[in-house]
Nanobody, 124 residues
Framework: QLQLVESGGGLVRPGGSLRLSCVAS????????IGWFRQAPGKEREGVSC????????NYADSVAGRFFISRDNAKNTVSLQMNSLKPEDTAVYYC?????????????????WGQGTQVTVSS
């Protein structure tokens, strides 16, 4: 069964850090570009960050650039999102997703397989 599983979410104070992981089972991530998205209550799902197949290219939403860092370890079939200097507006459910394309995109429709999401709450 092909599956993406996110983990690492939780409750953190403003200014804190979290590291999210996305692990694939049933298939290898080597052949996929991976995106991280988030969806806050009442808002549309938005692209946060993306990394191409071999990690040659990454991109970030303006709102997280310089605070979030995406990386991948194909040997472990894992993509991570290091989130630093977290703000209350970062509160959302975070999802990882895959696309077989070679390039990154922030568009939800570009990605074909999704995990179930992990909740991140930034609050004092």
């Amino acid at each position: 069964q092909l599956q993406l599983v996110e983990s690492g979410g939780g409750l953190v104070r403003p200014g804190g850090s979290l590291r999210l992981s996305c692990v694939a089972s049933g298939f290898t991530l080597d052949y996929y570009t991976i995106g991280w998205f988030r969806q806050a209550p009442g808002k549309e799902r938005e692209g946060v960050s993306c990394i191409t197949r071999r990690g040659a290219s990454t991109n970030y939403a303006d709102s997280v650039a310089g605070r979030f860092f995406i990386s991948r370890d194909n040997a472990k079939n894992t993509v991570s999102l290091q989130m630093n200097s977290l703000k209350p507006e970062d509160t959302a459910v975070y999802y990882c997703a895959t696309t077989p394309d070679y390039f990154c995109s922030s568009s939800v429709s570009h990605f074909t397989s999704w995990g179930q999401g992990t909740q991140v709450t930034v609050s004092s």
